[in-house]
């Protein structure tokens, strides 16, 4: 008996259906510009066949941890373990046969890839006796197998490829089905696309990714252009899984929806200027400072490292054709869209990514596109506003030697550092764990606190606990230190101002 997925309707309005073991056997490629409807696709995949087959989701977003609150998946977050641990957990989950999602929100691309590929290779490397059939889902693939060489090590992206390359080519035999999403056919490893028998295409702008999807297809480019005219939820679906000549098809509701809604329109909030000038014009760290991923203990060459990239500013194109008062008033609009975004009530606990794309999002609809900030600058000026940091700072001079050292950390914890600063440079109590969690967008505590241990050993900061419990937190070398604070404090003391970014 073949299990028929229900997965919405054909153009023609009878049910479009997928067959479950044959896609088990054949592996599916779903491509589509971003906005086109690919994870609602895959959720309403994972939805309808969560009864019948062991599933996981690589899941670089965390948008899928709704779909476990539902179907009773485990959520694994990758950033609380370690490459061996999530190996070990990808053999467990099949010796188990136990559905999960990983979720890899708050990594850098460099250790999504490296524990991506961990857990994968769990999955795979698994005796004989497991091999039970399972779906692994991965969203936004081409993270995972990138067609050319990026930012990232050549290890971890040897790691991740060899990982999604075993898992579309040598996975079968093993019962593990690869379902892969990209926004860019372009950008995806052409060996892991290439293993896919099925494919979903749904809207494609770039002649490129055309091109590559009516090769894959086997159609002619001038059939692909149809492409450019799906609408959101429509997909061009071809394979022994599901057709076996191309057929149009629009995807059904799903009963679960993302954690992370598309940002909508709304009036933009009222903020004093005072709080703006706050909030915008916190102190940045140098530019053109990148931290190392892994800054080892080793600070004084770190810091001379930075001194002199300091010194050697690269040129950006952009800034160069603009003169200063076009670039100021750029600067001057970005930051207004900055502001809105965070005087919203829940800014303070929506993940950097999310505010990412609200804050491109809106950079557009002011013509702003090509001037918005990378992710990385984005980053940092978010860490800043919500730890709180203001301009007040900027021009002294012992503050300069903090922000100095704050750019051997990663840049999304940057602010806390100086969050934490800030309270030692003036005597603050220092801030409980949950005012720290709030700065860095998480409700979680135990993120909080590991922030701290990691800052500590990076040699930063040295933690003490009084008699009472309270904490208080000395700073290398400046020998700043803070009052004593409750770290289970629920409120953090008003007049350290790092609600500000947050009404
Ligand atoms: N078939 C559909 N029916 C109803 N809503 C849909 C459908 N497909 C997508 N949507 C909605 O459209 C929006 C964008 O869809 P989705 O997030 O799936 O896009 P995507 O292709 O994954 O984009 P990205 O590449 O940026 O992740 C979502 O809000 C989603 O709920
Ligand atoms: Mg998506």
């Known amino acids: 008996m073949a299990v028929a997925i229900e997965m919405g309707h054909t153009t023609a309005g009878s049910p479009a259906v997928l067959d479950l073991e044959e896609l088990l056997a054949t592996r599916l490629l779903v491509q589509g510009n971003s906005g086109s409807g690919k994870s609602h696709l895959l959720r309403r995949l994972l939805e309808q066949s969560a009864s019948w087959v062991q599933q996981t989701i690589i899941d670089p977003e965390g948008d899928f941890v709704t779909l476990a609150e539902r179907f009773g998946h485990l959520v694994i ?9 999530l190996q070990i957990a990808g053999e467990r989950a099949r010796i188990h046969r136990v559905s999960t999602v990983l979720n890899l929100e708050g990594l850098d691309a460099e250790n999504q890839m490296r524990r991506a590929a961990a857990f ?9 006796d497991h091999w039970y059939p399972m779906l692994v889902v991965v969203d936004e693939a081409q993270l995972f197998a990138p067609a050319i060489a990026g930012e990232v090590s050549d290890e971890a992206r040897k790691l991740s490829l060899g990982a999604m390359t075993n898992l579309m080519c040598r996975g079968r035999k093993r019962g593990l089905a690869g379902v892969i999403a990209t926004q860019r056919l372009a950008k995806l490893a052409k060996n892991v696309a290439a293993e ?17 999807a009516a090769d894959l297809l086997g159609m002619e480019r001038r059939q692909a252009d149809a492409f450019r005219d799906l609408e959101r939820g429509h997909f061009m679906a071809l394979g022994p899984a ?11 509701p799903t009963d679960t929806s993302p954690r992370n809604a598309t940002p909508r329109l709304m009036p933009l909030p009222e903020a004093t200027l005072e709080d703006a000038r706050a909030i915008i014009l916190a102190a940045a760290p140098p530019e053109n400072i990148r931290p190392q991923r892994r800054p080892s203990p080793d600070l004084l060459n770190q810091l001379m490292a930075a001194k002199s990239a300091a010194l050697e500013p690269g040129p950006d194109p952009l800034e160069q054709l603009l003169s200063a008062e076009e670039l100021a008033e750029r600067r001057e609009r970005v930051d207004r869209i900055l502001r809105a975004i965070l005087a919203e009530p ?3 606990f929506r993940a950097i990514g999310v505010l990412y794309q609200e804050f491109v999002v809106r950079c557009r609809i002011e013509g702003l596109g090509s001037a918005a900030p990378d992710l990385g600058e984005f980053r940092r000026m978010l860490t800043h506003a919500r730890a709180g940091v203001g301009s007040d700072l900027a021009e002294d001079d012992a503050w300069q030697d903090v922000s100095l050292r704050a750019s051997i950390l990663p840049e999304d914890m940057q602010g806390i550092f100086m969050m934490i600063a800030r309270a030692a440079k003036e005597g603050w109590p220092c801030p409980s764990d949950a005012a720290i969690a709030r700065a860095y967008g998480s409700h979680s505590l135990r993120r909080a606190q590991r922030l701290l241990n990691y800052i500590e050993e990076q040699g930063l900061i040295v933690c003490q606990l009084d008699g009472a419990g309270r904490r208080i937190v000395t700073l290398v070398e400046l020998a700043w230190a803070t009052a004593p604070g409750d770290p289970n404090a629920e409120e953090l003391p008003t007049e350290q101002g790092c609600n500000s970014a947050s009404p």
């Open 77 to 85: 977050d990758a950033e609380e373990h370690t490459e061996r641990s």
């Open 120 to 128: 994968l290779n769990g999955l795979f490397e698994i005796a004989r």
């Open 196 to 212: 896919a028998s099925n494919f979903l295409m749904g809207r494609t702008f770039l002649d490129i990714d055309m091109a590559r």
């Open 242 to 252: 599901l057709s076996r000549r191309p057929l149009g098809l629009r995807i059904g």
């Open 346 to 348: 829940d800014a303070g």
